[in-house]
Structures are given as C-alpha cells and as structure tokens.
C-alpha cells in the first residue's frame, strides 16, 4: 500500500515535470513551423479552384502524441467529477496542430500550392497513459506545367 | 481565388489554467466524494450488519468452521473453551474461564438466541477481541497481567458486551459495504484480498469509540452485579496504561488503537457508578492462587 502511493506520487512527479516540458517544448515548435508553412493553405472545402488544371495527390500527416501520467490522472478525476477535461484539450489541440504541420510538409515537398478537402481522424491507442494518433489528410494540389 | 491559413491565436482550443491549481481543486473534490461516500457506505453496512439476526452470525462462522476444517486449514472458530476432545481430563484455566464466562453472561443478561463462545490463546500477545458469532478470544499476554478477578470480570463483560450489542455484525457489514465499494473503484483484487482471507477479516474487527464506551457501561452495571460493587474493574484499564507506559509490549494491538483512552474511561465508568449509587469500594476477589501456573 505504501509502496503504491510512493510509486504513485513519483508517477505522478514525473509525469508533471516532463509532461509540462515537452509540451512548452512541443508547442514552441509547431509556432515556429506555422508560420514557415503559413504560405501554403490547408483548406476544408470541398471545391478546389477552377482556374487551371492541377495534379491531384493524397497527402497525409500523421502523428502519435503521448499524454503523462499526470494528465491522465487529472482526466480521470474529471470523469468522476464531471467538468472540462482541460489537461487533454492541450494533448489533442497539439495532436492535429502538428498533424497539419505534417500534412503540409508532405504537400510542399510535392510542390503543392493548396491541399484541399482536409479533415482529422483521431484514434485513442495504447494503454495505462491516454495517447492518441491524430491523422490529418487531404488532396493536395499541384499545378501541371504545360 | 485566394487561400490562405492564418495562424489561430492561442487559448481558444486550450484552456490557460495552472495544471497544478486544477490537481489540487480536482483531487481534494474527490477526496470529499470519497470521504462521503465511505462514511455512507459504512454507516449503512453497519445498520444493515447489525439489523441480521444472531442466528445468520452463527450459521456465517460455522460455515467458515467447516469450510476451513473440510480445507485442513486452522479454523479460528475450532477448540473453543469448554468443549475440549477429551473431557475426562478437562484443563482448570478451561474450567475456571467457563464459569467465570457463566457468571458473566448471567449479569450481562444476554437477550436469548445470543451464545457466548470463549476462546483461549496461548499466545503472549496482549489482546482479546470479540468477532462475529459470539466467539470471544483472550490471549495469554492480556490474562496474565490481569491482577484480580474483578478485572478479568470486567475484561470478559465488556467483549460479551460487544457480542451482546452486535458490534461485530455491525462493524464487519461496514466494512463489507466499504470493501465492496473500493473494489469498484480499484478492481476486485482490493475485496478479494480483504475478505478471503478470513483472519484478517476477524482481526480487523474494529469497534467504534462509541461501541466501546456502550461496552464498558454494559460491562461495569454487570460487574455490580456480580461483586455488589464495581471497585477492581478499573484495574483493568489501568493495566492498559501501565502496559502503555512500560513500552514492553506489541502498542500494534488493535485493542489498543480502537479503544478510548484509558484515562477517559476510568473517568467515565467513575461517573457512571457514582450516578447509580454504585459503590466504588468493596472486598477485591483475587484470581485462584494457581492462575498463573495454569496459564503456563
Ligand atoms: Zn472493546
């Protein structure tokens, strides 16, 4: 029982400490990244431009991101009390952050100028911590040359 | 046409809260949830635990009995005092502590289905405790430091007590109620592991503060009774103070964390006699000169 609670309580310390880290950290970058892709535009709608011809490619970004052991605890907390479970808004506003961030250096390195048509999967995987994987696609566009 | 992604400004999907404000406000809720809820679960299993009928006590530990004895495990409810396999040669410790327990029992006025069954431990721990069925258990430990027979009185009407007022029926259901309850929070292993094994269950028969006191007066009006004055039954917890103080014995004893102090409840039982005009001062019975010898 007392071993539990000390294990609990260093779970809960590492979770903390290397949790909130690697999320300022995590965050800083996709800033940096969303401003370097800013110039190429990732959009819902459905109806891409008509003004000339484009290829059209499938183009994914995928990302896995690990909550802490911390986060979750707070998540289950809330199940019991009810309420906004804000440590994982974070989680899952980072997950598609730097799924599009993904999906657009995929895009570019094809030479697209806009991706079309995009949306988000989420999927929970693993076990004892929550962790997800945020898929984004779309139909990226690329000018033909003729 | 023109496309372009601007750069959301931050805080509309994330909430700014400190991580550690929100730890502190969601887990002391929690605690007070739980603490609710254990208090009414508890509350509840204990009515509910003391509302069962003596007999279903009865039938509870002889079906453990036979459980335990069909698995050739130790029953703690096997070899009670008085009903030894070879009764030609009946043990004077097993013949004294029967009569004594008659004695008590009488005074007590038990209400009827209610049966008293003694248990002697050689065992140089300093206990005794009362447990479902009526089986009362007294240690070795405990006994020999008993100085006179009015404590030894007293010793045995405040565990008959307990049985009489079905403290263990209500004290077990609790903790039933409880156990049940933290096995949906933490899995079935937490329920399995407190209740399968049945000594632990007996042995963590706990009794409330106000369990106790209702003992000990239950106990003293029965001491009056037997002695025509209630003088030698606050050896008793003077004994547990100057074992306390001697800082010899096993302090782990649940005797010792779940009683009140003694200094309250000599207080207390001196308040209780002078109210009833009981008197505080009378010849002391002294234990049979061999008590000692017979306990070794
Ligand atoms: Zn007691």
């Known amino acids: 029982m007392t071993f539990n609670l000390i294990s609990f309580a260093v779970l809960l310390l590492i979770g903390f400490g290397f949790g909130q880290a690697s999320e300022r950290r995590h965050y800083r970058s996709i800033k940096k990244r969303e401003e370097q892709l800013a110039g190429l535009a990732a959009i819902a709608s459905k109806h891409p431009p008509v003004d000339r011809q484009y290829q059209q490619y499938l183009v994914c970004g995928n990302v896995v991101v690990a909550s802490d052991y911390f986060k979750s605890f707070l998540a289950s907390l809330v199940n019991i009390l009810g309420g906004r479970v804000k440590s994982f808004e974070s989680l899952l506003d980072r997950g598609r952050r730097e799924a599009l961030l993904r999906l657009k250096e995929q895009a570019l390195q094809q030479q697209a100028t806009a991706v079309f048509n995009v949306k988000y999967e989420t999927v929970r995987v693993g076990g004892r911590v929550t962790t997800i994987e945020v898929l984004a696609y779309g139909t990226a566009l690329v000018p033909q040359s003729n | ?296």
């Open chain 2, 1 to 296: 046409m023109h496309y372009e992604n601007r750069n959301p400004p931050e805080g509309i999907n994330t909430s700014d809260h400190s991580p550690v404000r929100e730890f502190l406000r969601l887990s002391l809720s929690a605690l007070v949830v739980l603490i609710a809820v254990g208090i009414f679960l508890n509350f509840s299993g204990s009515l509910l635990g003391g509302l069962l009928p003596f007999k279903a006590e009865l039938w509870i530990t002889e079906r453990v009995d036979r459980i335990m004895q069909q698995a050739e495990q130790e029953s703690p409810f096997a070899d009670p005092v008085g009903q030894g396999s070879d009764s030609a040669s009946v043990d004077p410790l097993e013949q004294y502590l029967q009569s004594m327990t008659d004695k008590v029992v009488a005074a007590l006025e038990l209400p009827e289905p209610i049966v008293i069954t003694l248990h002697y431990r050689d065992d140089d721990v300093f206990n005794a405790y009362a447990t479902l069925g009526g089986h009362v258990y007294l240690f070795k430990g405990l006994l020999k430091h008993l100085p006179n027979e009015n404590a030894l009185a007293m010793l045995m009407a405040h565990e008959y007590s307990h049985v009489g007022q079905r403290h263990p029926a209500s004290s077990i259901g609790g903790g039933i109620t409880m156990a049940a309850g933290s096995s949906l929070l933490l899995g079935a292993a937490a329920f399995e592991n407190r209740f399968f094994s049945i000594a632990s269950a007996l042995a963590s028969t706990r009794f409330s503060r106000s369990m106790e006191t209702d003992a000990d007066e239950a106990a003293l009006a029965a001491v009056n009774s037997i002695y025509g004055h209630v003088n030698g039954a606050d050896d008793l917890f003077e004994l547990f103070t100057g074992i306390r103080d001697d800082n010899q014995l096993d302090f782990l004893d649940s005797f010792f964390s779940t009683h009140p102090l003694d200094d309250n409840r000599i207080q207390r039982i001196e308040e209780q006699a002078a109210a009833n005009g009981w008197l505080a001062t009378g010849a002391i019975t002294p234990l049979p000169a061999q008590f000692l010898q017979w306990l070794n």
